[in-house]
């Protein structure tokens, strides 16, 4: 029996949060395992109202960075804001001065992309956080990445070395297979639009490897990557680089200057990881991906699993209105895995498993790239076709089809992160790590599963919300 829900209990998680806060120990059920230390890293979305600014999308919301640190079967927790320029100059101005994803309070698209160094791009580093040896930074989708203390959340530095070299970029940057450094992606806007792929290493600014022109840019939020392959999926939402540029009195936002185009297909660029050389470019259905899940080789072919939506709609279901005003309904994404032949061209493509699929996680160190058997992401509740939030974690079996639910009604869980224990075994010998919200009782809560069972053995209890966030790694040093 399948049954559609109304329930805005969920909305608890796009109130904001700004506290700086502190706890030594939080309140534990159940029992860590002992090899579990560490640190989990996370960004949440915290700060929707600044000043006169009423941010419109659920992107928009001013980061904030917060720390689960393990130790002796014990648990510590920190919040802080993210001092970036975009909040920084909105406390000091009294409203949002610079152009969010889905807000763009009071410039014209015009300037900031005619600005060389980019003095009007939002550096929000609401997405993700990534790592370059030392340096933790915060990232979104624009070229600054926010450079923080992992341990004290304090923000280091808002002009840091791996500035994208392009005018937008992704937070979802992979470990470099080569050099061990960051891989990540930019499109550089101008008369001559063009992909570029860059590393960046240990010191110094970032090395552009990759590089292939295009005449009608899209939007992407992540990309694949193996041992000798870049993989591009660009679905056809493209980017209007007419409208970004060329309307100096329109006060649009970067949401606003992109076009579903249907009728363009997928493109999905192959590129040589060694030499940047473009292989192949392949075609196939129509599609609108945030992630990819993993990418690999197998006899002569690239398998490339990502979460596929029909269209677009769900970036403007996130609307924070319809979030707010329970009208949300969550198009539901797929888990497809796309087979490409190098040597014909062709594509094949297929679904993994049945359900809604999104936020994936893999256990990144052992498979990424390589031939896996389990993915991680959330789902909806058992039964559920028209989901307004995520409210049950899945583990797929991507080779069987087979997959294992975990709901607990009232609790909205956040992206799984895949811990692998130290003398693993098997691909899902670990935990998975999950920061929900339990609305009921307005606190949320960190879940840590067994990775192999999807049954919970540990809640450590937050005793606030957490606003709803993206992503979140777990680092065993800092
Ligand atoms: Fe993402």
Redesign the pocket.
Known sequence: MFRIVTDTKFQVGFESFTDTTAYDRLELDGELPGWLSGTLLRSSVSLFEVGTTRMRHWFDGLAMLHNFTFADGEVAYRSRMLGSRAYREAQKAGHATLSEFGTDPCRSIFKRVQATFHPELTDNGA??VNRIGDEFLAMTETPMPVQFDPRSLETLSTDHRAKAPGDIST??AHIDPGSGGMLNYALKIGPKCSYRFYTVGGSGGPTVVATAATRRPRYM??FGVTDNHIVLLAGPLTISVGKLVGSALAKRSFLESMEWKPELGTEILVFDRHSGELLREFETETMFC??HVNAFERDGRLVVDVCAFEDPAIIYELYLDNLRGGEARLPQATLRRLVLDLSDGGVTAEQLWDGYFE?PRINYRACNGRPYRYAYGVSAAPGVTEPQWFESLVKVDVESGEAKLWYEPGLYPSEPVFVSSPEARAEDDGVVLSIGVDAEARHSELTVLDAASMEPIARAAVPHVIPFG??AYHYSKL
């Open positions: 997405i993700t937070a979802h939020h992540s945030f992630h936020l993206f992503h």
